[in-house]
């Protein structure tokens, strides 16, 4: 049976982006490798009784206008709020606490600084007036520097919107592009505890120190979402990350959208230079029309495709294309909450938070340094380490009265020194993010009852993420925008006809987004209106 498109791969962008082809009129093939649609937006059950969002779980870039479109809260998701945005714990057994409110935060500081308290309301408006212009990007289709009159149309257009944010807002613009979070917030603030709450967003997914230039702009990535209509906010959705997929899913089935699971794609069909559709790893073969793949660009590039199909420069840049996010993540069962800075075991405001183990800039740059270290372990002595325990707000995921909790652990090498495999460090790693936990809630290791470790091989073997880059690309300056995956092809379509991206590895980048399955859509839906697919 042939298709009008296939596209390769369940995880939430490539829902959205069949869902959007559907609603066009389109019939439509989504193939996943795994058992469970979602990508890593997924809730599985690691324990008996124990559920998490296994990979990606925290919510709040989801566009809002994919929630609206697909239909998704009446298709069951439900986002609350996290009761404090972060809980950060300090070697002296204090801690900062930061949120829900800009109040509350400035309330707080004020015990570490009177001056730090004093700017942080300037800091925070300063990202916001950014966010918000960069907010406006995010569904947009980046222009090509060397395309034809209608990309310069859209460059003109760009330069007009940046001319509105005035000087001032443009030097932010150019520093938090160019510059590194740690000088920015060094800049800003004299305390540390701040300097790392804020500083923390810089090297999420990121293999990088937070003093590595461009990791302001990691920081600025994570503030354009919002949850329930508050602009940067995150939140927790109700089921796990999963309650997000399986909304998807339900559109997707609603607009009769073909979902196949342990469907996993060997390569890409070609006649001549189009896209024909697929062949899988058992041997079927499915044609389509078209063909949108959301997995990297290097999945797809590199080993979906024969060199041969490919411009020899082209097939270099994609080589080039970074990626590695020295992310290491574990879901815990535990039979009661940590107790943090000796404030208890009974549920509290900073057990629904971020809690961040990482409590200054110089200890994320000694984690990133020592599992940099060519002749080391390939993981950091001290990692960086946050914990979210969704059951807090979730009675869903555990068993009355005990816990899952969500480790997101940096940093640890993508690849091992010496020729070594994460297959033979799992449990080595495992035990030192423990021990870490520990040395801010001591008694936490006595309270785990299982845990599952995703290694950053874990991740690229599970899910599908080169390197085990949780963006699908390093979210560097030469791979944003118009750069993203490369200059020249960054509106979602490739070299080769018929065949486009929708993943990650395209503007805006990662995160739970929705956008680039979004945008693909709305260029393949262009495409096919004009018969270019012909």
């Not at 800091?123 to 966010?131: E, G, H, I, Q, W």
């Not at 080039?320 to 404030?343: H, I, Q, Y």
């Not at 899952?404 to 994460?422: D, G, I, N, T």
């Not at 936990?437 to 470790?453: L, M, N």
Request: aromatic residues 6%.
């Amino acid at each position: 049976m042939a298709y009008d498109a296939i596209i390769i791969g369940g995880g939430h962008n490539g829902l959205t982006c069949a869902c959007y082809l559907a609603n066009a009129g389109l019939k439509v093939r989504v193939l996943e490798k795994r058992a469970i649609v979602g990508g890593a937006a997924v809730t599985e059950e690691f324990h008996p009784g124990f559920r998490n969002s296994v990979a990606s779980y925290t919510v709040s870039l989801l566009h809002p206008n994919v929630i609206q479109d697909l239909h998704l809260a009446e298709h069951g998701l439900r986002m609350v709020l996290r009761p404090m945005s972060n809980f950060l714990p300090l070697d002296n057994g204090d801690a900062l606490r930061v949120g829900p409110h800009l109040a509350d935060t400035v309330a707080d500081l004020k015990r570490f600084s009177a001056r730090d308290a004093a700017r942080l309301p300037d800091y925070y408006a300063m990202l916001d007036r950014l966010a918000d212009e960069l907010r406006q990007w995010v569904l947009r289709t980046p222009p090509d520097p060397n395309g034809g009159p209608r990309a310069m149309l859209d460059l003109f257009k760009a330069g007009r919107e940046l001319r509105k944010l005035g000087p001032a807002s443009q030097r932010d613009l150019l520093e938090l592009f160019g510059r590194s979070a740690g000088e920015v917030l060094d800049d800003w603030f004299e305390s540390e505890p701040i300097k790392a709450a804020l500083g923390f967003d810089s090297v999420v997914g990121a293999w990088a120190s937070p003093y590595a230039p461009g990791s302001a702009y990691v920081q600025l990535h994570h503030c354009f979402g919002e949850v329930n209509g508050r602009k940067g906010a995150w939140g927790h959705a109700i089921g796990g990350m999963g309650a997000i997929t399986q909304a998807m899913a339900k559109e997707a089935a609603r607009l009769r959208v073909e979902v196949s699971t342990e469907s996993p794609v060997a390569r890409v069909k070609l006649a001549g230079n189009k896209a024909i559709g697929v062949v899988l790893e058992n041997g079927d073969e499915l044609d389509a029309k078209l063909v949108a793949a959301n997995v990297g660009p290097k999945l797809l590039f590199l080993r979906m495709l024969e060199a041969a199909q490919l411009e020899p420069e082209f097939r270099t840049r994609i080589e080039r294309f970074k990626t590695g996010s020295g992310v290491l993540r574990m879901n815990v069962a535990l039979s009661e909450l940590p107790d943090f800075c000796g404030l208890g075991k009974q549920p509290q405001t900073h057990h629904g938070a971020g809690i961040i183990m990482a409590p200054s800039l110089a200890y994320m740059d000694r984690a990133w340094r020592d599992a940099s270290e060519t002749q080391g372990s390939g993981m950091s002595k001290q990692p960086i380490v946050e914990m979210l325990i969704p059951s807090t707000l979730d009675d869903t995921l555990a068993p009355k009265g005990q816990h899952v909790a969500s480790l997101f652990c940096q940093q640890f090498a993508p690849h091992l020194p010496a020729e070594r495999s994460w297959d033979d460090a799992r449990e080595a790693a495992a035990d030192l993010v423990i021990a870490t936990v520990e040395r801010y809630a001591p008694g936490f290791s006595k309270s785990v009852i299982a845990r599952q470790v995703l290694t950053p091989l874990d991740l690229e073997r599970t899910f599908g993420l080169t390197d085990g880059d949780i963006f699908h690309g390093r979210l560097s300056l030469e791979q944003l925008f118009s750069s993203r995956p490369v200059l020249g092809h960054a509106d979602y379509r490739t070299p080769l006809k018929g065949l486009y991206l929708c993943g990650a590895g395209t503007h805006p980048g990662g995160g739970v987004t929705g956008a680039p399955g979004h945008n693909a859509a709305r260029e393949i839906l262009r495409d096919w209106k004009a018969k270019k697919l012909a």
